[in-house]
Every structure is written in C-alpha cells, then in structure tokens.
Antibody
Framework: VQLVESGGALVEPGGSLRLSCVVSGAPMRNFVMNWVRQAPGKGLEWIADLRNGATTYHYADAVRGRFTISRDNAKNSVYLQMTSLRADDTALYYC?????????????WGQGTMVSVSS | DIQLTQAPSALSASVGDRVTIACRTSQSVSNYLNWYQHKPGQAPKLLIYSASNLETGVPSRFSGAGSGTHFTLTISGLQPEDFASYYCQQSISFPRTFGQGTKLEIK
C-alpha cells in the first residue's frame, strides 16, 4: 500500500487549503483514513479520521470546525479541507491508513506534505 | 483525552546495547497501544501493535510488553539503523493520542 499526499503550500493566516492523498496497492474502501501532522520540532498529532462509509468521522479539538476530512473511494483518494488556518497549523501533514482490526493502528503512512501558515 | 507519557525523552546508547522505552497512559487502554519508529525525512513506521504484536517485516529484536497503563518497547541488540525517534500511541478512544516521543541517539 502506498499513500501520496499533495497540496501543501505557504498560506497566509486565515486562509484555506485542500490537501489530497491518493492510495494505491489496495482498495481504499478497506481502510479507515486519517490525517496526522507534525509541527516543526514537535511530536506526532492525530487530527482526523473517516470511516469507509464516509459518515463516521472524528476530529481533534484543535481542528474541529475548521478542517473537514472527506474521501472518494472510486478515486482511492482522501482529502483534508483546511480553513481559518493559523500559525500553529504549520506542520508536515501525513495521510495514514488504518486497516480494519480489533486494535486499530496506523499501518501505512505517506511521506507527508508541508503546510506553512505565515504572513 | 488520554495522555501518554514516555520515558526517557532522549536516550544515548551504543550499537549492541539493549534499551527499553516506557510509555504510561493516564487511564487504562487495555492492550490498545501501538509503537512507531520515525526517522528524519521518512514516514513513521509501525513496529508493534496491540502492545506486543510485531508488525510484519519488523526485526525480532524489537519487542513490546504491558497492558492497562504501563507499556514498554525493548530493542535487544541495537543496530545502526535503529537510531531514530520512537512514539507510543493509544487507539482505545478518540482523540487518538501519541506520547511525546523518545529520541534514541548514538553514544
């Protein structure tokens, strides 16, 4: 399974950005899809997930109401729509898959796409 | 939210050493605890899932133990490629949370 993110950029505070992730090697419908980020010099932070039915999702408090995760199984793609961006959203954003299992884990990771929020 | 605290935050060791990293959770997560390795410029990699199960393809020198609120990751016989950062992560509840990380450096 391979995941490739795109869409990262430099954006001004208050701006919007849409990240994309294409999954190959297996049908994406088999996975829960997540976004995890890492701010410069910091640790890993999970921010959102979306189940296969695309109606069950969860968000971290830090992004709830500003970010929206979505998926298109036909295109094997997952997206992260980011609005009202702030400086503390600056991070490397990873697309991550979770296979359906009793104990969920982050099985496969993309290489990440960088989002910088600055004026 | 469930808080995860790793100890130590940084560790210096030599090739061939045995090292142990601890992860404590603020409430019981049963065995819903995973470990990841992260090298600079690379994607994180799943090492251990469900506290003690070795992910396919991960060398057997890595092992995990624990349940409830106390967990450990042990590397027996450090290899040069093992110097990296390590993170524990819980998946019993949302939000999914990670420990702050342990950076393993060459002595």
């Amino acid at each position: 399974v391979q995941l490739v993110e795109s869409g990262g950029a430099l954006v001004e505070p208050g701006g919007s950005l849409r990240l994309s992730c294409v999954v190959s090697g297996a049908p994406m419908r088999n996975f829960v899809m997540n976004w995890v980020r890492q701010a410069p010099g910091k640790g890993l932070e999970w921010i959102a997930d979306l189940r296969n039915g695309a109606t069950t999702y969860h968000y971290a408090d830090a992004v709830r109401g500003r970010f929206t995760i979505s998926r298109d199984n036909a295109k094997n793609s997952v997206y992260l729509q980011m609005t009202s961006l702030r400086a503390d959203d600056t991070a490397l954003y990873y697309c991550v898959s979770t296979v359906l299992a009793i104990v969920p884990r982050f099985d496969h990771w993309g290489q990440g796409t960088m989002v910088s929020v600055s004026s | 939210d469930i808080q995860l605290t790793q100890a130590p935050s940084a560790l210096s060791a030599s090739v061939g050493d045995r090292v142990t990293i601890a992860c404590r959770t603020s409430q019981s997560v049963s065995n819903y605890l995973n470990w990841y390795q992260h090298k600079p410029g690379q994607a994180p990699k799943l090492l251990i899932y469900s506290a003690s199960n070795l992910e396919t393809g991960v060398p057997s020198r890595f092992s995990g133990a624990g349940s409830g609120t106390h967990f450990t990751l042990t590397i027996s016989g450090l290899q040069p490629e093992d110097f990296a950062s390590y993170y524990c992560q819980q998946s019993i509840s949302f939000p999914r949370t990670f420990g702050q990380g342990t950076k393993l450096e060459i002595k």
